[in-house]
């Protein structure tokens, strides 16, 4: 017990010191862009200063029109994660429940999954137009990769005490499936689906600065082209914390299942 609290004495000045210089870090930000804002040594509103940037956010999260562009853009990255999130992890199962499909396809992915997507774009605008489709395919196609990869490496790690286990009660493969690798490796799922986020998000984001009449992307490379820079900062201080947020929720998923295992 003594050891305990003397555990838990040290442990809280360290939390304190973290987030202070957290806190530190976050106001020697602020304040550099703010002199920066000030000193005229860059063109004017490159560098806007916050109080800008703040009533053009005010004016941001009253505009019902942004709120159009924002379902817009979300709907199109929860389709392409849907879809290529869905089908990274078929492939990535059956990559790594087979090792010849995984000798045969796997080097595929690690060629094609570093390679930008955008270079693709074209190609989908010709197949699926210069629709929400277009930039839905660019999403699902960044997706993809990072998903199946992360389950494929997860595969591979389940025990195989487990899997003879479920072979040796004659486990179909649908079972093995739902009873066997899913909750093995739910970890390496919930990562990929995070990075898979990630890649969807620009993905549909830079389609949409690249050819679209609507969406947050549409709306940035509006405020760039017309120089509204205080505009432009404000939306991307807002998808900033949008991704930190979703990104949290899906960490949580992990979170939760370890306290339930618990």
């Given at each position: 017990?003594?050891?305990?609290?003397?555990?838990?004495?040290?442990?809280?000045?360290?939390?304190?010191?973290?987030?202070?210089?957290?806190?530190?870090?976050?106001?020697?930000?602020?304040?550099?862009?703010?002199?920066?804002?000030?000193?005229?040594?860059?063109?004017?509103?490159?560098?806007?200063?916050?109080?800008?940037?703040?009533?053009?956010?005010?004016?941001?999260?009253?505009s019902s029109e942004f709120y159009?562009?924002?379902?817009?853009?979300?709907?199109?990255?929860?389709?392409?994660?849907?879809?290529?999130?869905?089908?990274?992890?078929?492939?990535?199962?059956?990559?790594?429940?087979?090792?010849?499909?995984?000798?045969?396809?796997?080097?595929?992915?690690?060629?094609?999954?570093?390679?930008?997507?955008?270079?693709?774009?074209?190609?989908?605008?010709?197949?699926?137009?210069?629709?929400?489709?277009?930039?839905?395919?660019?999403?699902?196609?960044?997706?993809?990769?990072?998903?199946?990869?992360?389950?494929?490496?997860?595969?591979?790690?389940?025990?195989?005490?487990?899997?003879?286990?479920?072979?040796?009660?004659?486990?179909?493969?649908?079972?093995?499936?739902?009873?066997?690798?899913?909750?093995?490796?739910?970890?390496?799922?919930?990562?990929?689906?995070r990075l898979g986020f990630g890649?969807?998000?620009?993905?549909?984001?830079?389609?949409?600065?690249?050819?679209?009449?609507?969406?947050?992307?549409?709306?940035?490379?509006?405020?760039?082209?017309?120089?509204?820079?205080?505009?432009?900062?404000?939306?991307?201080?807002?998808?900033?914390?949008?991704?930190?947020?979703?990104?949290?929720?899906?960490?949580?998923?992990?979170?939760?299942?370890?306290?339930?295992?618990?």
């Amino acid at each position: 017990m003594a050891k305990t609290g003397r555990l838990r004495q040290t442990a809280a000045p360290r939390i304190g010191q973290v987030t202070l210089l957290r806190l530190a870090v976050i106001l020697g930000v602020l304040a550099v862009w703010e002199f920066l804002a000030h000193s005229g040594w860059l063109y004017r509103d490159v560098v806007p200063s916050l109080l800008s940037i703040a009533r053009a956010l005010a004016g941001l999260l009253g505009s019902s029109e942004f709120y159009f562009n924002l379902g817009v853009t979300a709907a199109e990255i929860a389709a392409a994660l849907a879809i290529g999130g869905l089908s990274g992890l078929v492939v990535g199962i059956l990559l790594g429940a087979n090792r010849f499909l995984s000798r045969a396809f796997e080097i595929y992915l690690y060629y094609l999954g570093p390679t930008p997507k955008i270079i693709f774009f074209p190609v989908l605008i010709m197949w699926f137009g210069v629709g929400p489709e277009s930039k839905v395919a660019l999403g699902t196609l960044s997706c993809f990769f990072p998903v199946a990869l992360s389950v494929a490496a997860g595969m591979r790690q389940i025990d195989k005490v487990l899997i003879r286990v479920g072979a040796s009660f004659r486990a179909s493969a649908l079972q093995m499936v739902l009873k066997i690798y899913l909750p093995a490796m739910r970890h390496p799922i919930i990562n990929g689906f995070r990075l898979g986020f990630g890649f969807a998000l620009i993905g549909a984001l830079l389609a949409e600065t690249k050819l679209s009449n609507k969406g947050v992307g549409f709306l940035i490379i509006n405020a760039y082209s017309t120089f509204d820079m205080p505009r432009m900062y404000a939306m991307l201080i807002v998808l900033f914390v949008l991704a930190i947020g979703a990104n949290a929720l899906i960490g949580r998923l992990g979170a939760l299942d370890r306290i339930k295992r618990l």
